[in-house]
């Protein structure tokens, strides 16, 4: 079955520069990538996906690349903010079958003042 | 995007007691599923629910100790059963999949077990 990989696993950045967090993962048979964002209390939410057939996607500070070839996915955020300061969890997806998702370990990203 | 209702949102629960969990989708869905997160983990996926029929268990999960119903197209339930300090954990309801691949969470339901 697929197996996703995150890292790191803790990330200290500060306010205003940019943080990047990586997944890999091991079907090449993924071809759907979401990211999600859960801040202390609350459920994941979904904040940008990309999907095989497309390198990138950029929505204003947020971007995700995807490398089949090498089987990764990073997740970008320029400019960060204190509110970015969160969980961060990326996952893949067949679109066959039950379409379950497997989520990689997560990373606490922190945004220093 | 769905609205994912979950109740409740918080409970603590007494060793060897059960509970039921409720989803509510503000619209009709065919692809219901049931997460659980452990305290500082990733979130796992318990089962699949389907509607109009038996629920589809992972690994490592069966359906004595977490029973399932999914009487519609918006609605499910998830049982904790008899339950101990390990089943400490949120649990997720999430919706979607299909060709459009989306997948939502509710706000998860806390449960804490002493």
């Known amino acids: 079955g697929e197996n996703v990989e995150q890292h790191p696993s803790t990330l200290s950045v500060q306010e205003g520069d940019s943080a990047v967090i990586k997944c890999t993962y091991s079907?090449?048979?993924?071809?759907?990538f979401p990211w999600y964002k859960q801040e202390l209390g609350k459920g994941p939410q979904l904040i940008i996906d990309i999907r095989s057939n497309v390198g990138e996607k950029k929505d204003q500070r947020i971007a995700v690349t995807l490398n089949k070839t090498a089987k990764h996915f990073s997740l970008h955020i320029t400019e960060t903010q204190p509110e970015d300061s969160a969980v961060y969890f990326c996952a893949a997806i067949k679109n066959q079958g039950a379409q379950k998702l497997v989520f990689g370990q997560g990373t606490r990203l922190t945004i220093n003042p | 995007s769905a609205v994912i209702s979950q109740k409740p949102s918080r409970d603590i629960c007494q060793r060897g007691t059960s509970l039921t969990i409720q989803c509510q989708v503000d619209?009709?869905?065919?692809?219901m599923f049931w997460y659980r997160q452990q305290p500082g983990q990733s979130l796992t996926l318990i089962a699949t629910a389907n509607q109009g029929s038996e629920a589809t268990y992972e690994s490592g999960f069966v359906i004595d100790k977490f029973p399932i119903s999914r009487p519609n197209l918006t609605f499910s339930t998830l049982t904790v059963s008899n339950m101990s300090p390990e089943d400490s954990s949120i649990y997720l309801c999430?919706?979607?999949?299909?060709?459009?691949?989306?997948?939502?969470f509710g706000e998860g339901s806390w449960l804490t077990v002493v």
């Open positions: 999430s919706v979607g999949g299909g060709s459009g691949n989306t997948i939502y």
């Open positions: 619209s009709q869905v065919t692809m």
């Open positions: 079907d090449s048979a993924s071809n759907y």
